[in-house]
C-alpha cells in the first residue's frame, strides 16, 4: 500500500509513499525499546557528540534537504534552505542538554535526597504537513538529548524531509532503531502511537480536531501529551505605532508559508482612528508580495499544499468583503492570491483558523477594546503589539491570553525560548531552555546516612 505525493506548484504526481500498518509500527516500537536502553546509559557526552555528529550531517545536506521541501511541500527555496538550517541549529542547541540535566540535592534529615531526570523510554513524534522538517525538530531533538528512542510519523502529504533526516540520522552513527521515521496515515500510525503501551509520551502538532482526539486517548493511557494546534493570531496595531513599520510587516506575518502557519497573523486589529492610513499603507505591501515559483530566490510565498485545501481557503471568501488581493501565477499549481478582507467580529472569518493567505481586518476603539477583541476566540498561540508606548506595550502583552507575543515585531519562533499555546491552540511547551527536561519524569531517591 502506498500514497501518492503531489508538487503542489505544478499539480503534478511525483512519487509513491509506503504506507505503513499496525505491525510495522510494532516492530519499530520494539526496536525503539531496545536501542533506548543503550543510548540512555551512554556517558552524557556521548550522547551529546552523537547529536553534534546529526547536527552536522543535515549542516551537509541543507541544499538537499531544502530541494526535496521546494518539491514536496511547495517552500519557497530561501524558506526551505532556513528551515533545514533550523533543524541543525536545534540538534546543536539541544546536544548541550545531556550534560545539563541536572536533578536537585534537596535537605532531609539523616540522609541525602536527590531527583532525577529520568527518560520516558520511547517518544511518539505525529508532525502536520505545513513545517515538515523544523517541527519534527523540535520533538525528536530535545527527546533524543533526554535519552528517549523516537517514532516519528510525518504527514502523509510531506513526508520526504522527515525520511531524509532518519536516514542523516544513521549516516551520522546514530545508533540504529533509535530514531525511525514511519510513514502512514494518521488514523494508522499516529492512533497506534497513541494505544502502544511502549510509546511513554506523544507529542502532536496538527488540528485543534485531532489534537483533541490524540490528547483523549493519550488520557485513557494515562500517557503525557504535548499538542501544537491552531490559532487565530491577532496583529494589534494601535494608533501611536510606527504605522509604515507596521503595515509593512504585516504582510509577512499572515502570507509567509502562504498563510499555513500556526502562528500567522490573520487578525489584523487597527485602532478605528488610524483604520484607513493603515489600509492605505498595506494595500501596496500587499501588491509587492512575491508569489511564484518556489524554486527562485526571490519567491516569497509559493502555493498551497494541496487541491482540497485550496478548496478549503477559497471557501472563506464567500460572501467575503474584499479589500484588495495580491497576485498569483494562473494555471497549474494549487496556487491563491493575498487576500485582505474587511470583517465583522462575528463573521465566520474573523472566528476560523483559514491557514491559507487570507487577513482579516477589524478596528477597534481602544486599548481595553484591544485586547477583548484580541481575545474574543477560541485560540490563543501568538500575536503582534504595534504601539511606540512602552506602558501600553506590557499592559497589553500581559493581557491578550498567547503563549507567544512580539512587541514591534513579528517573530514568534526562536530554538532558545519557549513556543506553544494556550486555550485551544495546545498544551504544553516546546523549545527553549526547559524543552529536554519535559521528555523526562523525575525520580526522587533518599539515600539514608545514620550510621547505626
Ligand atoms: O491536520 P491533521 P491536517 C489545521 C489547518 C488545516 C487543518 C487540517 O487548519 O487546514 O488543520 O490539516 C495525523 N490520530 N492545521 O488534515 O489531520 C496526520 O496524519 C493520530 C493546523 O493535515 O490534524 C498528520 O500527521 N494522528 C496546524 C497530523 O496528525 C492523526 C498544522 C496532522 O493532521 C490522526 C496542521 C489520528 N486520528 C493543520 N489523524 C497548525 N496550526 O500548525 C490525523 N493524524
Not at 536533578?103 to 505525529?126: M, N, R, S
Request: charge should be negative.
Amino acid at each position: 500500500m502506498t500514497f501518492t505525493l503531489i508538487d503542489p506548484s505544478t499539480g503534478a504526481a511525483f512519487r509513491e509513499v509506503h504506507r505503513a500498518d499496525v505491525e510495522e509500527v510494532d516492530a519499530a516500537v520494539a526496536r525503539a525499546v531496545v536501542a533506548q536502553r543503550s543510548w540512555a546509559a551512554l556517558a552524557p557526552v556521548a550522547r551529546a557528540d552523537a547529536l553534534r555528529a546529526f547536527a552536522r550531517a543535515v549542516e551537509e545536506h541543507i541544499d538537499e534537504l531544502a530541494r526535496l521541501e521546494v518539491l514536496n511541500s511547495g517552500h519557497p527555496i530561501g524558506s526551505a534552505r532556513w528551515e533545514a538550517s533550523h533543524v541543525a541549529q536545534v540538534l546543536n542547541f539541544y546536544a548541550g542538554a545531556p550534560e545539563r540535566l541536572s536533578g536537585q540535592q534537596i535537605p532531609v534529615a539523616g540522609g541525602l535526597d536527590v531527583t532525577f531526570h529520568e527518560p520516558y523510554g520511547v517518544v511518539g513524534i505525529i508532525v502536520p504537513w505545513n513545517f515538515p522538517m523544523t517541527i519534527a525538530s523540535w520533538g525528536f531533538a530535545p527527546a533524543l538529548a533526554a535519552g528517549n528512542a523516537v517514532v516519528l510519523k510525518p504527514a502523509e502529504l510531506t513526508p520526504l524531509t522527515a525520511v531524509r533526516l532518519g536516514e542523516l540520522a544513521l549516516e551520522a552513527g546514530l545508533p540504529e532503531g533509535l530514531f525511525q521515521v514511519i510513514t502512514g496515515s494518521g488514523s494508522i500510525v499516529g492512533q497506534r502511537f497513541v494505544s502502544h503501551p511502549d510509546v511513554r509520551k506523544v507529542v502532536f502538532t496538527g488540528s485543534t480536531a485531532v489534537g483533541t482526539d490524540v490528547a483523549a486517548g493519550c488520557a485513557r493511557e494515562l500517557k503525557p501529551v504535548t499538542l501544537e494546534l491552531g490559532g487565530k493570531s491577532a496583529n494589534i496595531v494601535f494608533a501611536d505605532a510606527d504605522l509604515e513599520k507596521a503595515a509593512a510587516a504585516a504582510p509577512g506575518a499572515v502570507f509567509d508559508n502562504a498563510g499555513q502557519d500556526c502562528c500567522a497573523r490573520s487578525r489584523i486589529l487597527v485602532e478605528r482612528s488610524v483604520y484607513d492610513r493603515f489600509l492605505e499603507l498595506l494595500e501596496p505591501a500587499v501588491a509587492a508580495w512575491r508569489v511564484g515559483d518556489p524554486a527562485l530566490e526571490s519567491t516569497e510565498m509559493g502555493p498551497l499544499i494541496s487541491a482540497a485545501h485550496r478548496s478549503t481557503v477559497a471557501s472563506f471568501l464567500e460572501g467575503a468583503d474584499v479589500a484588495f488581493r495580491g497576485s498569483a501565477p494562473e494555471g497549474d499549481g494549487f496556487w491563491f492570491a493575498p487576500t485582505v478582507v474587511l470583517a465583522g467580529r462575528e463573521d465566520r472569518i474573523a472566528r476560523e483558523e483559514v491557514f491559507g493567505p487570507v487577513v482579516a481586518v477589524l478596528p477597534f476603539d481602544d486599548e481595553a477594546d484591544a485586547i477583548a477583541l484580541a481575545n474574543d476566540t477560541a485560540y490563543g498561540l501568538a500575536g503582534s503589539i504595534w504601539t511606540e508606548n512602552l506602558g501600553r506595550a506590557v499592559r497589553v502583552s500581559r493581557g491578550v491570553k498567547s503563549g507567544v507575543l512580539s512587541v514591534n515585531s513579528h517573530s514568534s519562533v526562536r530554538y532558545w525560548t519557549p513556543f506553544g499555546g494556550m486555550k485551544a491552540s495546545g498544551l504544553g511547551r516546546e523549545l527553549g531552555p526547559d524543552a529536554a527536561e519535559h521528555f523526562t519524569e523525575t525520580k526522587n531517591v533518599f539515600f539514608a546516612t545514620d550510621a547505626s
